[in-house]
């Protein structure tokens, strides 16, 4: 199994800063991507940015140039540096991997529990 553990959520003010982190753990072969989705009320969960073991990264038009992922493969965690938080931004957000725990397992995909970030004046 692989546990997903996420930290640094939190109330800021429009305009302010938060950074997210997320650790896996458990038993883990090799990790293909880590990345960052949330939800909103009433929403869909979306896409917010995503790491490949390479370094490839893909982020949701609404927070380019606004969040910057990254990653520490030797240590499975990924960041999520959230800078210019509007309040459109507050949702709850989780971290989402896709890990083969094996040399011969299937990929498979795993999430955190979620943490909650509002943006609120």
């Known amino acids: 199994q692989v546990q997903l553990v996420e930290s640094g959520g939190g109330l800021v003010q429009p305009g302010g800063s938060l950074r997210l982190s997320c650790a896996a753990s458990?038993?883990?072969?090799?990790?293909?991507?880590m990345g960052w989705y949330r939800q909103a009320p009433g929403k869909q969960r979306e896409l917010v940015a995503t790491?490949?073991?390479?370094?490839?990264?893909n982020y949701a038009d609404s927070v380019k140039g606004r969040f910057t992922i990254s990653r520490d493969s030797a240590k499975n965690t990924v960041n999520l540096q959230m800078n210019s938080l509007k309040p459109e931004d507050t949702a709850v957000y989780y971290c989402?991997?896709?890990?083969?725990?094996?040399?011969?397992?299937?990929?498979?995909?795993?999430w955190g529990q979620g943490t909650q970030v509002t943006v609120s004046s």
């Open positions: 458990g038993t883990i072969f090799s990790i293909t991507y």
């Open positions: 989402n991997t896709k890990v083969r725990p094996e040399a011969t397992a299937l990929w498979t995909s795993y």
């Open positions: 790491i490949t073991t390479g370094g490839s990264t």
